[in-house]
């Protein structure tokens, strides 16, 4: 991948990204330069539903379950979780199969503590393969969820020969591209379990909202899609006593689209619905699948009763490729403060006041709505303003009463930010991040090449600070395991007030190009960096990163 030593010239050729291969695609088919010129709002393609949709703020808001521990001793606590099959009703009256961590869409949310350890063991009674990764966690390699790393459910073939398999022989050979058997790559590194498998995760990082979801290897987006995805909030006592709205007053918003069939079951238009054999979707969706039903903890344009006070929302954009920008807005036509106080690792420096807030895929935000000047009876709509019709449209709060509140926003949330700079970097990388060719098909990649668990793409070593220069065709949310980093600069310029604090993702517009700068801290071992527009990311579109 393109590398070279601080100080050496970049062509301003490279810097904008054009020339680059670009693929031809239907639905992307734009050269960067006229991607810049246009911008186009959305990557994807809507699937539309083929059941009437039921209207909007009708479904109460609900809230995912906390999980229940079943140790808390020894200075850690240990959750147990079971992927499987269920039913449940998302749209009024229609009953939906899912899959689900312990039964639940999303799944339960996790509560932990800043250098608290965590140990999930999570059990796979579902019909493919899984992996989960913890999405935000500074966590060890054999814990991070590497895409090779399966956890074989009861009864799936036993794979061949290579690389380490806890317990049942070995790992699988030949690639799971298009047509090859049962999705297994040749990855002599690759540690597979069966049934059972542990995940450690010591965070030691600061508070933020994190989320767990499912990252097999050519089949993360469907499977996120199937309902695979759930929180993990990490706190400490500094954040706890800075006053913030708290207890109901905090809400998760974990946003998300999806499509339905005739059937009520979820659409998708995987080119193999098993998700056994072929990766990737159909023609039109190679850009990405974007629902027409937003989701909202799981209900379709749910309504919130709030009293007239301050309320923290944590924001997690879940969908696999839709980006909104979010506006609060009232009946009476007034757009609310949005008072960001975190960023995807956590609290900033000092508040940042939004009117709009775009959020790309995986993306979190962490900010504070004050609703004491809506009159009790009022209604605060959230607005996507990149939806049109029924997409526009993600939930609404209802303000039932007028009520005391003790809550506030400091200025100084936060004084442990890092603050690197380019001084501090030792190398500067760049990226590309465009369509190609996968398997001879349309595909995503980096740098030219697709993803391959086998090769190696990216070393760094441990506690070096590096910069990358990334470069995008199309929306490509790029996201790093390991590390959160800073954004320096978008396309030469300042970055956007919505860059500000520490990042795990970052947003590449249309022929944009962003720096970013970080240090590859915590543990040595195998990680990833992607793009989390999940279709992209199962279609090529993922590197390893080896910190040494
Ligand atoms: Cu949210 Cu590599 O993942
Ligand atoms: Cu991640
Ligand atoms: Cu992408």
Redesign the pocket.
């Known amino acids: 991948m393109g590398e070279h030593d601080v100080g050496s010239g970049m062509t301003r050729r490279r810097m904008l990204g054009i020339g680059g291969t670009l693929g031809s695609m239907a639905v992307t088919g734009l050269s960067a330069s006229a991607a810049m010129a246009r911008r186009p709002a959305v990557t994807g393609a809507l699937l539309r539903s083929a059941i009437p949709l039921p209207p909007p703020f009708q479904v109460p808001l609900p809230i995912p379950a906390v999980l229940k521990p079943v140790s808390t001793a020894g200075g850690a606590d240990r959750y147990e979780i079971t992927q499987r099959e269920a039913t449940v009703e998302i749209l009024p009256g229609v009953r939906t199969p899912v899959w689900t961590y312990e039964g639940t869409f999303p799944g339960p949310t996790i509560e932990s503590r800043s250098g608290r350890p965590v140990t999930v063991t999570h059990r796979n009674e579902l019909p493919v393969p899984t992996v989960v990764?913890l999405?935000?966690g500074r966590t060890p390699a054999a814990s991070d969820?590497y895409p090779t790393d399966l956890v074989l459910p009861e009864g799936w073939p036993d794979p061949g020969h290579g690389g380490h398999h806890r317990g049942h022989g070995g790992h699988g050979s030949g690639h799971g591209g298009h047509g090859s058997g049962h999705g297994m790559h040749h990855d002599p590194r690759a540690v597979v379990t069966r049934l059972t498998r542990d995940y450690t995760f010591p965070l030691e990082q600061r508070p933020a909202l994190l989320?767990y979801?499912d990252?097999r290897m050519d089949f993360?987006a469907p499977a996120i899609w199937r309902g695979l995805a759930g929180l993990q909030i990490v706190r400490d006592d500094a954040e706890d006593a800075l006053g913030l709205p708290a207890g109901r007053r905090e809400l998760p918003l974990v946003i998300m689209d999806r499509s339905f069939a005739a059937d009520g079951g979820l659409d998708y238009p995987a080119l193999d619905p098993t998700l056994r054999g072929r990766l990737g979707v159909r023609e039109p969706y190679i850009g990405g699948v974007l629902g027409d039903v937003i989701l909202v903890n799981g209900a379709p344009w749910p309504v919130h009763e709030v009293d007239a006070v301050r309320y923290r929302l944590r924001i997690l954009n879940a969908s696999n490729a839709r980006h909104y920008e979010l506006e609060a807005v009232s009946d009476d036509g007034r757009r609310l403060d949005l008072v960001q106080v975190g960023a995807d690792q956590g609290l900033l420096a000092a508040p940042v006041t939004h009117r709009v807030l775009p959020i790309a895929p995986?993306e979190r935000y962490d900010v504070v709505i004050d609703f004491s000047g809506v009159p009790v009876g009022g209604r605060v709509r959230v607005v996507n303003r990149l939806g049109s019709g029924r997409t526009r449209e993600v939930m609404a709060f209802r303000v039932a009463r007028k009520a005391a509140d003790g809550s506030r926003i400091p200025r100084v949330l936060s004084g442990d930010l890092p603050a690197w700079r380019r001084s501090d970097a030792v190398r500067v990388r760049d990226f590309s991040f465009r369509a190609g060719r996968l398997h001879g098909d349309h595909g995503w990649v980096i740098d030219g090449l697709p993803f391959d668990p086998a090769r190696s793409d990216v070393t760094v070593g441990l506690g070096e600070v590096e910069v990358w220069r990334l470069v995008a065709d199309v929306h490509h949310p790029v996201?790093l395991?390991l590390v959160g980093f800073r954004i320096l600069s978008r396309s030469g310029r300042l970055p956007l007030p919505h860059d500000a604090g520490l990042k795990d993702?970052v947003a590449l517009r249309p022929g944009e190009s962003a720096e970013i700068i970080t240090r590859f801290d915590g543990y040595r071992g195998r990680y990833?960096f992607?793009c989390?527009n999940a279709e992209h990311?199962d279609m090529g579109m993922?590197a390893n990163l080896e910190v040494v």
């Open positions: 990764h999405h935000g969820g989320w979801h990252h993360t995986a996201h395991h993702t990833l992607h989390h990311e993922m």
